[in-house]
């Protein structure tokens, strides 16, 4: 979406990705405050249920002890020993019977004597009483149990205990001729004997629907999300015209200006509003920063050497454009940061820096005239940045093994000199018009016959995340093949135009990932051979020991590569 | 990437350009010179000048070219070696003396490592011909191939287990494949005095790709070098010896 207002190019990004946030957080927040709702709404049925259930139990217990106890010991010595009246004897008879009048006022309470072998057929246990059964028997000290069970299509609140045989209930349940005539004449001999004492005889139990109330508290949890969902909507909707009002018009203000001023070096980079801020905001600093070393100056000169205007920032140095006033030949002059002259660490890579480019001589490097204190003064470096070169799209096919033979060369003598660059990116290369190549920075450089300063103050990883290989994200500095996957990713982008990696504030930790999970350059350039493919990915492998061990390899592949591709005519 | 690897030049120019334009035709990416740039022969400036001209290459400090800087003292040394050493002194320039003086001891690269003599005791200059000192650099470094010089004789020792050692003599120009696990010390030779009965030049170039080490013989005008041996006032067994190889 297209806003014009204020002269905005682009101002959605950032609104979007906050409203997508936010619907995101209230979304998940209704459906958590729900969820909730309805596990306490549970919960509470659950307790009740329980409770309610105890209470019946207990109720059915009493009753049955008031048989036993007294009610059948008073009819024994009014009619004798010899005489069961079952409707006025039996504990199963009365207890079950006095239920079914219960429930037939309470008809949510559904109470049940169930047994594997009763006198009465109707309680016979069935399936789920049976296993009920299994599990008192598998251990004697279990004495209750409850839960929800699902029969015919209804959840019940079921609780149960164990009732097993005493003393007094042989005469009953034990042998068929030694039972009450009344009670064979009722049930007859099949069912309901050859019981001993503390057999399981039975287990009682009250079964309390809560379908019904399960039901209603869903409906509330649905109450409640439909609530938060419409408050969402509202409270989205006022957010949007704060955040509009407050943030985007404002920012939007502040963009156009940097968009305005970036048209004429190429289109702003990827990333939100606030990325395109952050990367003005940067070359703002530089330009402070330049500013203010210019300003240092008084007058801007060092020897005999006239500062002029700054070509491109290093790591630890400016490199200013410039003139000697005695033979008016043009060269440049390398000036640490203010930041950097004054902390003795930097100071430290600084001098190392300076020491390469004195004692290294490379055609690809600048040559060094003389040295003033911390000012190194080189030869003129001419051309463009190759990150300039590459901002408007991929380097020219013929181009690019010229280009690589440089850098492949340029690197490969640092390696045998024992020295890693560490910090090879696309800003540091400037390429003329001739197509020579000069390196302007190595800030970052380490010598295995110098200390490096970076590693004995155990800083963590130095330069462009961009660029770097995982083990320097990991601080693990001195590896010449950090070298061979910088040069991976200048390879990356020299081919199709694009970095393999997106830009943007990560962390160290993210970047890793990022570094595992590597984008196949045919991906933006179809057209790529599988050959250069293959040398791309192999120099930007994760693990450095399934890299290119050696920049050399890199190179012969690179170069045989490109000879297919002049030999065939196919694009490289 | 192909390592040229070569070692006691010792002052001998007419062997080290004959190795370095032998070299030359067989790609190679780097070098690395073991050390004795001087001592015994009659060109020491010019061998170290050839050698700082000398792409891609690194060297390292050998006990003459420490002798020449007075760390060590040439008076341990063979009557002939000694007067060569004060003869040596002499002839050097400034800045070629500045040179040799910041020659570092060893170098390691990837899996392999560099000295002059031993990896234990850089600079006691003790040969490695045997197995009580080849298992003594294999306990000093980590590395899976160390490359020495010194003894002026080309070798391989491989390590077959923790106390026992394979060691081959290298003959000729010989190809050697190192494509295994196990570790080993490799004696480059010596361009400029080789002393194992063979008088041509000898270097060798390990390729990375293939595993592989190439150890090449060339021969070079020894009668010049002789020559100019004597000319310069040196003992003249040194010329001498250049014929036999030892």
Redesign the interface.
């Given at each position: 979406m297209t806003n014009e207002r204020h002269g905005q190019i682009s101002t959605t990004n950032l609104k979007q990705r906050f409203f997508l946030w936010s619907t995101l957080i209230l979304l998940g927040g209704g459906l958590l405050l729900s969820a909730l709702s309805f596990w306490n709404t549970r919960r509470l049925l659950m307790a009740e249920a329980l409770a309610k259930s105890e209470v019946i139990l207990q109720e059915v217990e009493a009753i049955r002890a008031y048989v036993k106890e007294e009610l059948r010991p008073k009819m024994n010595e009014l009619h004798g020993s010899d005489t069961f009246i079952i409707e006025a004897m039996s504990t199963t008879y009365i207890s079950t019977t006095i239920m079914e009048h219960f429930s037939g006022f309470m008809p949510n309470y559904i109470y049940r004597r169930a047994s594997l072998n009763p006198h009465n057929p109707r309680n016979l246990a069935d399936s789920f009483e049976e296993e009920m059964f299994d599990w008192f028997e598998a251990d004697s000290g279990r004495s209750f149990w409850q839960g929800v069970v699902k029969k015919n299509g209804e959840a019940y609140f079921i609780s149960m205990v164990p009732d097993y045989l005493g003393t007094d209930c042989l005469p009953c349940h034990s042998k068929v001729e030694d039972a009450p005539q009344s009670l064979l004449d009722r049930y007859g001999s099949k069912g309901g004997f050859r019981y001993q004492t503390g057999d399981l005889a039975g287990i009682d139990s009250v079964a309390i629907p809560v379908s019904a109330s399960l039901r209603e508290a869903w409906r509330g949890s649905l109450v409640i999300f439909m609530i938060t969902l419409g408050g969402s909507v509202v409270l989205l909707w006022l957010l949007n015209l704060l955040f509009q009002h407050l943030v985007i018009e404002r920012l939007g203000v502040m963009l156009s200006l940097v968009i305005e001023k970036k048209r004429g070096t190429g289109a702003p980079g990827p990333g939100d509003e606030l990325d395109v801020l952050h990367a003005s905001l940067g070359s703002l600093r530089s330009y402070v920063r330049s500013a203010r070393k210019g300003a240092a100056l008084q007058p801007n000169f060092v020897g005999d050497y006239v500062v002029d205007r700054p070509i491109v920032a290093g790591a630890m140095s400016w490199l200013y454009s410039g003139y000697s006033v005695i033979s008016n030949d043009k060269v440049a002059l390398k000036l640490g940061f203010d930041e950097v002259l004054q902390n003795p660490l930097y100071r430290a890579c600084l001098e190392t820096e300076l020491q390469l480019f004195e004692t290294l001589s490379h055609p690809c490097l600048p040559g060094v005239r003389e040295r003033i204190g911390d000012v190194l003064v080189v030869e003129e470096v001419q051309g463009r940045s190759l990150n300039s070169l590459l901002s408007s799209g991929r380097l020219a096919d013929q181009s690019l093994l010229p280009v690589f033979e440089q850098l492949c060369d340029l690197t490969a003598t640092f390696h045998a000199a024992g020295i890693v660059h560490h910090d090879l990116r696309p800003q540091i290369l400037m390429l003329d018009e001739k197509e020579s190549l000069r390196l302007i920075d190595m800030g970052l450089a380490a010598s295995d016959q110098l200390p490096d300063p970076i590693v004995a103050a155990g800083l963590g990883p130095q330069g462009d995340l961009l660029y770097m290989a995982p083990e320097l994200i990991q601080a693990r500095r001195g590896d010449p093949r950090s070298d061979i996957y910088g040069l991976g990713v200048l390879l990356f982008l020299a081919t199709t135009g694009h970095l393999p990696f997106s830009e943007g504030r990560k962390s160290a930790q993210k970047w890793l990932q990022h570094k595992e999970e590597i984008t196949s350059p045919r991906k933006y350039r179809a057209s790529l051979s599988l050959g250069l493919e293959q040398i791309i990915l192999k120099a930007l492998s994760y693990d450095k020991k399934k890299r290119y061990q050696w920049v050399e390899d890199l190179w012969e592949d690179l170069e045989r590569e490109g000879r297919q591709f002049s030999e065939n005519g196919e694009p490289g | 990437?192909?390592l040229l690897v070569f070692s006691d030049i010792h002052g001998n120019l007419e062997a080290l350009q004959c190795i370095l334009r032998d070299a030359a035709g067989r790609n190679v990416?780097?070098s690395i010179c073991l050390g004795d740039m001087v001592g015994y022969g009659p060109y020491p400036n010019e061998c170290i000048e050839v050698l700082r001209s000398l792409?891609?290459?690194?060297c390292l400090a050998g006990n003459h070219d420490v002798a020449v800087s007075w760390k060590t003292s040439p008076y341990g040394m063979s009557s002939a070696a000694k007067e060569a050493i004060l003869w040596t002194m002499d002839q050097l320039s400034d800045e070629n003396k500045d040179y040799l003086a910041t020659l570092?001891d060893r170098?390691?690269l990837?899996d392999m490592t560099f000295v002059h003599a031993n990896p234990y005791n850089p600079r006691g200059w003790r040969y490695v011909l045997d197995r009580k000192y080849a298992l003594r650099s294999f306990a000093a470094t980590r590395c899976r191939r160390l490359f020495i010089g010194h003894s002026h004789r080309p070798l391989i020792i491989t390590r077959r287990h923790l106390l026992a050692i394979d060691l081959q003599a290298v003959s000729g120009s010989m190809r050697y494949r190192v494509d295994d696990t196990r570790r080993r010390i490799i004696n480059c030779g010596s361009v400029g005095q080789p002393r194992d009965k063979d008088p041509r030049s000898c270097y060798l170039i390990f390729d990375?790709?293939k595993q592989e080490l190439e150890f090449y013989r060339v021969a070079y005008d020894i009668e010049k070098s002789a020559k100019a041996i004597r000319s310069a006032g040196l003992p003249l067994e040194l010329g001498k010896r250049l014929y036999r190889g030892i």
């Open positions: - | 990437m192909r990416h780097r792409k891609n290459c690194r570092p170098l390691d990837a990375s790709r």
